[in-house]
């Protein structure tokens, strides 16, 4: 991956349009009442990763609404902020695929040990904004593993670590990073 930034005026400008949970995981528990929480932290863990790389200028889509409300706050009118908004060379849109856990451990004679494992896989694709054409497509997959020990009659076994689902998906969009800019920045330099 190439690790030197570039000055903003030569940054390619992206935007994550979509991004969803679409693993069992998918209702309930992991969705609240403004939507899907797993796949808004997926897409906040996109971001931050390309924004990291100081190789692109990441625009906002996801929550273009609440943009859209506070600038008519400001007095802003609707045709003013379309105006405003910054145009992409490119669309990220994405989903997480699978998201599991489990547990193994044993007791022994003095103690016992625990661990705890989630394991992710995200998929993505890059669209270009204008044509609608797919030129890009990715999978990456990650894991987190907590483990614990304790020594019998002392201290009690704890629910499962639900950060630990997070952490597989940042580690899945991790393991996508170098073939996403790697791509990105050759788009870029045919442009």
Same mark, same amino acid.
């Given at each position: 991956m190439a690790s030197n930034p570039l000055p903003p005026a030569e940054r390619m400008t992206i935007a994550i349009a979509r991004f969803t949970n679409e693993s069992i995981y998918g209702s309930g528990l992991f969705t609240d009442a403004y939507g899907d929480r797993l796949g808004k932290q997926a897409a906040d863990l996109l971001a931050r990763h390309l924004m990291q790389t100081q190789r692109f200028n990441v625009v906002e889509r996801q929550d273009i609404g609440k943009l859209k409300d506070e600038a008519n706050l400001m007095g802003t009118h609707e045709q003013q902020f379309k105006q405003n908004l910054t145009g992409v060379d490119a669309l990220i849109l994405g989903s997480v695929a699978e998201l599991g856990r489990d547990e193994t451990g044993g007791v022994w004679l003095i103690g016992k040990q625990r661990t705890q494992r989630a394991r992710a896989r995200v998929v993505l694709r890059m669209v270009d904004p204008i044509t609608?054409?797919?030129?890009? %497509?990715? !999978? &990456?997959?990650?894991?987190?593993?907590?483990?614990?020990?304790?020594?019998?009659?002392?201290?009690? @076994?704890?629910?499962?670590?639900? %950060?630990? !689902? &997070?952490?597989?998906?940042?580690?899945?969009?991790?393991?996508?990073?170098?073939?996403?800019?790697? @791509?990105?920045?050759?788009?870029?330099?045919?442009?």
């Open positions: 609608g054409q797919v030129f890009y %497509t990715q !999978e &990456g997959t990650g894991e987190a593993n907590l483990t614990s020990s304790s020594t019998l009659g002392f201290g009690g @076994t704890s629910g499962f670590d639900s %950060t630990l !689902e &997070g952490k597989a998906i940042d580690a899945a969009i991790v393991n996508m990073m170098n073939n996403v800019v790697t @791509t990105l920045d050759s788009r870029r330099k045919h442009q």
